[in-house]
């Protein structure tokens, strides 16, 4: 089966009802749609509710724009000087080298951005630009590759970005934010992760995954090999509506990370990105899945929740709060819950 890339395809492969063909066709003319064999043949075309099918399959639902959804929700544009580049916090950019992906995401944040249609890759121009922008910040410690996805290019390609940026002395760290461990793992070659890897300074991966069956046979030995040759994997997930928003279904998905020695990083709150309203939650029940697993899960399998805060003012972690300041006769003194939902006095009291 080739990457479904229309509606027609889609139907064709009973991954849509034929009678939902036109609204895709109007979805699949704003949202770039690609959905790879790896993820197609993990879809049950019997389960209308597939947590696979929610996350890649368009769906009619992206046509109702809500009032407070964004364009640009976590405010890229904002902190853009140079094309390619967000320096959103002092010590770390973000370096967009392409705005192609394997698949494209229904929830994802950067919808408007990210297609075939866009621009392809920077321009050789553009992405010297960039270089230098970086070359000349001195307090830029970490660059961190993301698009559309980076390892969606060539080895040669990246590696000259690698090999860039391996030259610039105050770059102590590069990472990689991918999702091609999971919809392309056969492009994990020996190449390709030789091309990741620059002499000196480590390479970080972090990897998007949102449900344990995205971590099939494949994309185990895909990652499995990023980890073999040394470079520290992360996870990034987000939460989503009827995808992972369970104890049971997200705790599944963070042990299953652990286990490919994957570190569950971030777990992101679901973007005001247009169309996306039919997989966002609400914030609270964000913090009681959270709450759930803390405690009853080891500490390697807690992510940090997070809310990009609309308008390009960053992360910030959203909970659930375990800690209660009182003041007691002047002094500091705090009540803190434990796992089990009681309450404990600090410093104890007597
Ligand atoms: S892979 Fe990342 S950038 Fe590409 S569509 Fe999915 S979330 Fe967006």
């Known amino acids: 089966m080739p990457t479904l890339r229309t509606p027609a395809q889609l139907c064709e492969h009973g991954l849509a009802p034929p009678e939902h063909r036109a609204a895709l066709k109007a979805v ?16 049950d075309r019997q389960d209308p509710r597939d947590p696979i099918a929610r996350q890649f ?3 009619a639902a992206e ?21 390619g580049i967000v320096h959103r916090y002092p010590d770390r950019v973000l370096l967009k080298l392409t705005h ?9 944040f950067r919808r408007e951005m990210v297609g075939p249609d866009k621009p392809n890759a920077l321009a050789p121009a553009a992405l010297a630009a960039a270089l230098d922008y970086i070359r000349g910040r001195p307090e830029i410690w ?14 040669r390609r990246l590696r000259a970005v690698m090999k860039s940026l391996e030259r610039i002395d105050h770059v102590k760290v590069v990472r990689i934010h991918t999702r091609v461990p999971i919809a392309d793992p056969a492009r994990i070659t020996g190449d390709l992760v030789r091309a990741m890897k620059i002499k000196g300074k480590p390479t970080y991966v972090a990897v998007h995954v949102n449900n344990a069956r995205e971590l099939t046979a494949e994309a185990r030995a895909a990652c499995a090999a990023l980890a073999d040759a040394g470079m520290p994997l992360l996870a990034q997930s987000v939460l989503l509506a009827g995808v992972n928003d369970t104890p049971e279904v997200l705790g599944e998905l963070m042990r299953a990370l652990v286990e490919c020695r994957i570190k569950p990083y971030y777990l ?13 939650t609400d ?26 805060i609309p308008g390009g003012h960053g992360k910030s972690p959203i909970g659930p709060n375990y800690l209660e300041r009182t003041g007691i006769n002047g002094s500091e003194h705090v009540v803190i819950e434990d796992f089990n939902g009681q309450r404990h006095h600090y410093p104890p009291r007597d």
């Open 63 to 83: 046509l109702d724009h809500k009032p407070e959804e964004l364009s640009d929700p976590i405010g890229d544009d904002a902190h853009s000087p140079v094309a």
């Open 57 to 59: 399959v368009p769906s």
């Open 100 to 108: 192609v992906c394997a698949v494209y995401c229904r929830f994802c």
């Open 28 to 43: 699949a003319a704003r949202y770039a749609v690609a959905l790879p064999p790896t993820l197609a043949a993990l879809i």
């Open 142 to 155: 970490e660059v961190i590759l993301t698009g559309g996805d980076p390892l969606v290019l060539s080895a």
């Open 268 to 280: 992101h709150h679901g973007d005001l990105a247009p169309g996306t309203a039919h997989l966002r």
């Open 283 to 308: 914030i609270a029940t964000g913090q009681h899945v959270m709450r759930a697993l803390h405690g009853r899960l080891s500490g390697l399998c807690q992510p940090t929740y997070v809310l990009d």
